[in-house]
């Protein structure tokens, strides 16, 4: 499943937050009504809210480029403020990257192939 992290989410999304991050928003906004995905530079979590707290349904490793990206926004790095290191720079912006997720945890109607 692709997964479009957009500039409205990485404006939008919270530092250090893993229900609310920009890589939570872009997932969150592809599952079914009723899961929710929690994202860490490790791991990325989906559940199903009706299971018992702390019930995971999946997980995955985090891919390395969104473990980087995940590393570079919660130190609060932005273009605009930091331009020294251009790695830093490069890992801040939209991309996209693929997980594999279920078609029965995912909102078919939302998904762009």
Do not use: H, W
Not at 17 to 27: D, F, K, L, Q, T
Not at 30 to 54: H, M, Q, W, Y
Not at 74 to 79: E, T, Y
Not at 94 to 106: G, V
Request: charged content about 30%; aromatic content about 8%; glycine content about 6%.
């Amino acid at each position: 499943m692709k997964i479009q992290v957009t500039q409205d989410d990485i404006d939008q999304g919270k530092e250090q937050c893993c229900y609310s991050c920009p890589v939570a928003r872009a997932i969150n906004r592809i599952l079914a009504a009723g899961c929710e995905c929690e994202v860490g530079s490790k791991d990325i979590f989906i559940r199903r809210r009706e299971e018992p707290i702390g019930r995971i349904v999946m997980s995955f490793k985090t891919p390395a480029l969104v473990a980087r990206f995940i590393r570079t926004f919660d130190r609060g790095i932005k273009p605009e403020i930091n331009m020294t290191r251009l790695s830093d720079v490069l890992m801040i912006g939209p991309f996209e990257f693929y997980l594999d997720i279920p078609e029965i945890l995912t909102d078919a109607a939302s998904v762009k192939v």
